[in-house]
């Protein structure tokens, strides 16, 4: 089974802060998901990442958002101006095998 | 697009006793597969068992299956001999496509297990 670690395991930043969540995966991967889950509510899909480039985003990927692999290991998912709204615990995954997909341990994003 | 219904907000069950925990989908897509995760009151996010639409048998890992049954459209999981450990939120998904695909999750249902 595939790992993945994330960090940090919690944020706490004031609204309109940038933050960056970070995601390393132990072995090397080309295909890279980020998902979101607010509190109390079901996993939702953020954006795909495959071969350095974004290949699919959902509607809450808006212009906030953005993603990098900015040293060929580690992924990230950047918010440049946090909301309230943007409270929540963000998870990252890679793909394992049958299509299965491996969730790091999540980072809990708290905008005050 | 595929839709995935849990209808069961929770389930309680006593520990060493079986349950079962219920997920309906909807898909255009012929080939597919469907995701059991489950979700501890620590927030990650566990794979549990999947099963591909052309998989003859029902998927089984240790204490987990799945009954599938595709005429009904539904992929439920059964959790034998429940533990206390299994108290946790539990997540159906399915991919929104073949290959390297996104999942698209039920809202879950809350098991609490009993001594």
């Known amino acids: 089974e595939p790992e993945v670690t994330q960090t940090p395991s919690h944020q706490v930043t004031q609204m309109g802060q940038e933050v960056i969540l970070r995601c390393v995966p132990i072995s090397n991967h080309l295909y890279f998901y980020w998902y979101r889950q607010i509190l109390g509510q079901k996993v939702e899909f953020l954006v795909s990442?495959?071969?350095?480039?974004?290949?699919?985003k959902s509607e809450i990927f808006d212009d906030q958002f953005s993603v990098e692999r900015p040293d060929g290991s580690n992924f990230t998912l950047k918010i440049r101006s946090t909301k309230l709204e943007d409270s929540a615990m963000y998870f990252c995954?890679?793909?394992?095998?049958?299509?299965?997909?491996?969730f790091g341990p999540g980072t809990r994003l708290t905008v005050l | 697009a595929q839709k995935i219904t849990q209808t069961q907000p929770g389930m309680f069950v006593q520990e060493k006793e079986a349950v079962t925990l219920d997920c309906t989908y909807d898909?255009?897509?012929?080939?597919?597969?469907l995701f059991w995760y489950k979700q501890p009151s620590s927030g990650e996010m566990i794979f549990l068992i999947y099963?591909?639409?052309?998989?003859?048998q029902n998927a089984t890992e240790g204490r987990y299956s799945l009954n599938f049954q595709k005429a009904r459209k539904s992929a439920n999981l059964v959790i034998s001999a429940s533990q206390l450990g299994d108290s946790a939120m539990y997540f159906c998904a399915m991919p929104r496509g073949s290959g390297y695909s996104t999942l698209t999750f039920g809202k879950g249902t809350m098991l609490l297990v009993s001594p």
């Open positions: 990442f495959y071969n350095n480039e974004i290949s699919e």
């Open positions: 995954a890679i793909p394992g095998s049958t299509d299965t997909q491996y």
């Open positions: 898909t255009s897509d012929q080939s597919y597969g």
């Open positions: 099963q591909g639409s052309y998989d003859e």
